[in-house]
């Protein structure tokens, strides 16, 4: 017999802009790993919505991503690309799980404490709730691994004890997903602010590089980001600024942080930075042809997706109606 592909999931949120955290941090993993797994990535439109979203902004920002996550190399034959809110089974499995997960595990969220700030006493219970989604999410379709950044790695905890309190009363039932998250550019730093994680909700135009920036643009945003005010250019923590800049450098060239300090001997923090920059553009020019070959056919991506949500509905649907049985409901 053959043996199983062990099955990846995860999601990306349709709303700002996709930047190169979220590429190092995650996508490009996912189109590493997807010749070797059973891969399906999820567009979480319902996550989207526990902030305020324009309603026409986020129907066109899920089509966007999922033609950035094409370009980017995720192959639709090999793996799945769909949209959360197609199947329903998200929502009625985050109700179940709802009545699993004790108050005191979500209050310890620390992502709903920083973000719940923001919205000063206005934020949605769906914002609170945001965890128990994502565990529907991963539980939904019996995952193995969760290729995620670092700011994810506490809710994939969450799920997981979700899922062996519910094993725990109801006999075997969800797969423990594991966490998987890369040992460097789990958390790209902003550019502007290098002790802040790099985030699609910042809006100050210098903090991220976004996946369709111009060459201008991340040449721009690259030569005006933070460092400090010494010489040497080493990966030392301690400097978050220079810090950043080389790990991204290090992970777009794959060269090894050896390599690159000994190229950079002697020289100074704007030749680093010019460099980076050229070797960002390079990286990205190719996604972006891509892009826009993808985009230029408008009903191409909603078919894309429309296909995607019809291969993984089975699987979502024998795991919610599994559950439904084991409680009694219905
Ligand atoms: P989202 O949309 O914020 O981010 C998508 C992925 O990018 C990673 N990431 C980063 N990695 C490195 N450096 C950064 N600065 C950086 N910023 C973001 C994130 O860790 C993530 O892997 N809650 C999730 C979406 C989600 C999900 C799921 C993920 C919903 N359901 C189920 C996995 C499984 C989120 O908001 O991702």
Same mark, same amino acid.
């Given at each position: 017999?053959i043996?199983?592909?062990?099955?990846?999931f995860?999601?990306?949120?349709p709303?700002?802009?996709? +930047?190169?955290? $979220?590429?190092?941090?995650? &996508?490009?993993?996912?189109?590493?790993?997807?010749?070797?797994? #059973?891969?399906?990535?999820?567009?979480?439109d319902?996550?989207?919505i526990?902030?305020?979203?324009?309603?026409?902004?986020l129907?066109?920002?899920?089509?966007?991503?999922?033609?950035?996550?094409?370009?980017?190399?995720?192959?639709p034959?090999?793996?799945?690309? @769909?949209?959360?809110?197609?199947?329903?089974? +998200?929502? *009625?499995?985050?109700?179940?799980?709802?009545?699993?997960? =004790?108050?005191?595990?979500?209050?310890?969220m620390?992502?709903?404490k920083?973000k719940?700030?923001?919205?000063?006493?206005?934020?949605? &219970?769906?914002l @609170?709730?945001?965890?128990?989604?994502?565990?529907?999410?991963?539980?939904?379709?019996?995952?193995?691994?969760?290729?995620?950044?670092?700011?994810?790695?506490?809710?994939?905890?969450?799920?997981?004890?979700?899922a062996?309190? @519910? $094993?725990?009363?109801y006999?075997?039932?969800?797969k423990l997903?594991?966490a998987?998250?890369?040992?460097?550019?789990?958390?790209?730093?902003?550019?502007?602010?290098?002790?802040?994680?790099?985030?699609?909700?910042?809006? $100050?135009?210098? +903090?991220?590089? $976004?996946?369709?920036?111009? =060459?201008?643009?991340?040449r721009?945003?690259i030569?005006?980001?933070?460092? #400090?005010?010494?010489?040497d250019?080493?990966?030392?923590?301690?400097?978050?600024?220079?810090?950043?800049?080389?790990?991204?450098?290090?992970?777009?060239?794959?060269?090894?942080?050896?390599?690159?300090?000994?190229s950079f001997?002697?020289k100074?923090?704007? *030749?680093?930075?010019?460099?980076?920059?050229?070797?960002?553009?390079?990286?990205?020019q =190719?996604?972006?042809?891509?892009y826009?070959?993808?985009?230029a056919?408008?009903?191409?991506? #909603?078919?894309?997706?429309?296909?995607?949500?019809?291969?993984?509905?089975?699987?979502?649907e024998?795991?919610?109606?599994?559950?439904? *049985?084991?409680?009694?409901?219905?």
């Amino acid at each position: 017999m053959i043996p199983q592909k062990k099955r990846i999931f995860s999601g990306i949120q349709p709303t700002g802009s996709i +930047h190169i955290g $979220n590429y190092l941090g995650a &996508v490009q993993h996912w189109v590493k790993s997807q010749a070797e797994f #059973d891969s399906i990535f999820c567009i979480v439109d319902l996550h989207a919505i526990t902030v305020p979203q324009e309603p026409g902004t986020l129907k066109a920002k899920i089509r966007e991503v999922t033609g950035l996550l094409i370009a980017a190399g995720i192959s639709p034959e090999t793996s799945v690309v @769909f949209v959360q809110s197609q199947i329903c089974a +998200h929502s *009625e499995m985050t109700w179940i799980l709802n009545c699993f997960i =004790p108050m005191g595990w979500m209050m310890r969220m620390t992502q709903f404490k920083e973000k719940s700030q923001k919205e000063r006493g206005m934020a949605g &219970v769906g914002l @609170f709730d945001y965890p128990a989604l994502m565990a529907a999410d991963i539980l939904l379709y019996q995952t193995d691994l969760v290729p995620v950044g670092e700011d994810q790695k506490q809710h994939l905890e969450l799920t997981r004890d979700v899922a062996a309190r @519910f $094993n725990s009363i109801y006999g075997d039932t969800f797969k423990l997903p594991e966490a998987v998250i890369p040992k460097t550019g789990a958390r790209i730093m902003g550019l502007d602010d290098p002790t802040k994680k790099m985030s699609k909700s910042e809006t $100050n135009p210098g +903090h991220a590089i $976004n996946l369709l920036d111009s =060459p201008d643009e991340i040449r721009a945003k690259i030569m005006r980001a933070t460092t #400090d005010s010494l010489r040497d250019i080493r990966f030392d923590e301690s400097r978050p600024g220079i810090y950043n800049l080389l790990v991204i450098y290090e992970l777009f060239t794959g060269r090894s942080r050896a390599e690159i300090e000994a190229s950079f001997e002697g020289k100074g923090y704007a *030749e680093l930075k010019r460099e980076l920059a050229e070797v960002i553009t390079a990286q990205l020019q =190719p996604l972006q042809s891509r892009y826009r070959e993808l985009t230029a056919d408008p009903g191409h991506i #909603d078919r894309l997706l429309a296909e995607g949500a019809s291969k993984v509905q089975p699987i979502a649907e024998k795991t919610l109606a599994m559950v439904k *049985e084991k409680i009694g409901l219905g």
